[in-house]
């Protein structure tokens, strides 16, 4: 190439870059000030759930609201983070009001006492917001694309406060296999300008302590493995109950008002059964005693059930946060079942889980240093890696694509099973 072509083309690399970084930054502002807010909504309003029992009392109006709402706003047949993905991949039109409604049927999910989590509802927020900015400023499709991943990464870094996870999780999970270059720059611009917002606004970084750290030797390496095999298998239970749930209730209660009020109804029995509300809301205050005290061995499977039960019938949320509860739990469980100790295997479960259930490896190991630190790095690689091979083409999300097989490297191009 001639000097003159090599001039002219870091030109234009350097305008792009400008551009994304400008851009980056709104983003970032935009989506993580909005991303503190559904923080601050979420956390009040179960906190007030909280200190008073009865509320979870109230959940069958709560779920014929969030019902209603969808129906008002023409929103019935909503994917979910599914549309996230689809609007990326696919060019399906993302509208703005999508984080409207996933901001406020959160919310009142944690109120009413569901089981979820916050990342997924991030996903759409930051997407949605995103897409309507693209429209706005009139960028072509390519581009589109390109900010509604980096909206995802914004909402992300807010609420849970791990930037480069945010960042590349949403250029990894779009198609599984292959990871999409062209965004890394806005991504982690508009990552980092919105956890800097949250951070400004009071939003404590989602952090974790493990007690004791192995040693990287041929023995812990041996018992690693066939640990994260039986993490990988939970996250399979895991995502089966989630799409076994939905399609059950669907099948059963064809009626969106009866199909919540059920559900509903058996959320409370299942509360009243448990004597606590330690299975309602994200469970976060679990997650961080399975690193102090080994947890019971039911704890993950109750959670499962809440998980599914509340996502099942109609409610809103993610599954990140309760995916983390039950490999938190799960790992702190079996670790010393495999001479680990339960703190590490509390760690160690919550990665593993998570890139089993988002098909996300790379995004998984940059997490567990996020979160754990690096000394461990390389056992948490070896989980990441085995996780991802045994769990299989399973995962959350019905419309992330497989680009590539798992276990050869073989161009396979299928999108995951579809709920029925």
Not at 39 to 54: D, F, G, M, P, V
Not at 347 to 358: E, K, R, S, Y
Not at 411 to 416: H, I, Q
């Amino acid at each position: 190439m001639k000097i003159t072509d090599q001039i002219k083309e870091t030109g234009r690399a350097v305008m792009v870059l400008v551009r994304w970084i400008i851009l980056g930054v709104i983003t970032g502002l935009i989506v993580g000030i909005t991303g503190t807010a559904f923080h601050y909504c979420t956390e009040i309003l179960a906190e007030a759930r909280s200190e008073n029992k009865w509320i979870i009392f109230l959940m069958p109006v709560c779920g014929i609201f969030i019902v209603w709402l969808y129906k008002k706003c023409d929103m019935s047949n909503d994917k979910g983070t599914n549309a996230v993905l689809l609007a990326v991949r696919e060019d399906e039109v993302l509208p703005l009001k999508t984080a409207f409604l996933i901001f406020i049927s959160t919310v009142v999910t944690h109120f009413a006492g569901g089981s979820s989590g916050r990342e997924g509802a991030a996903l759409q927020i930051g997407g949605s917001i995103a897409a309507a900015e693209g429209k706005l400023i009139h960028l072509d499709e390519k581009d589109k694309k390109i900010i509604i991943m980096s909206g995802m990464s914004a909402c992300f870094s807010a609420l849970f406060g791990t930037p480069v996870t945010a960042a590349f999780f949403s250029i990894e999970v779009i198609s599984v296999g292959i990871m999409h270059y062209s965004a890394i720059v806005p991504c982690v611009i508009s990552s980092l300008t919105a956890y800097e917002a949250a951070h400004f606004c009071g939003v404590i970084p989602t952090s974790f302590s493990i007690s004791m750290v192995p040693e990287l030797k041929p023995d812990m390496i041996f018992r690693v493995i066939p640990f994260a095999a039986a993490c990988a298998v939970i996250a399979r239970l895991f995502c089966f109950c989630m799409q076994s749930a939905a399609r059950l209730f669907r099948k059963y209660f064809r009626n969106e008002y009866i199909r919540v009020c059920a559900g509903s109804v058996i959320i409370i029995v299942m509360t009243l059964i448990a004597g606590s509300q330690t299975f309602n809301g994200t469970g976060n205050e679990i997650i961080a005693k399975s690193f102090f005290h080994r947890s019971e061995f039911y704890l993950f499977i109750v959670k499962i059930l809440f998980t599914a039960i509340t996502l099942g019938c109609g409610f809103k949320g993610g599954e990140i946060i309760p995916a983390f509860f039950v490999g938190s739990t799960f790992g702190s469980f079996l670790g010393p079942l495999f001479g680990i100790d339960y703190s590490f295997g509390a760690g160690t479960g919550l990665i593993a889980l998570f890139c089993a259930v988002t098909n996300c490896p790379i995004t998984s190991i940059i997490m567990s240093t996020e979160l754990f630190g690096l000394q461990s790095i390389p056992l948490f690689a070896l989980v990441c890696g085995i996780s991802y091979l045994i769990s299989g083409d399973t995962g959350l999300y019905a419309d992330q694509k497989i680009m590539y097989s798992r276990t050869k490297p073989v161009y396979v191009n299928k999108v995951l099973k579809k709920r029925s």
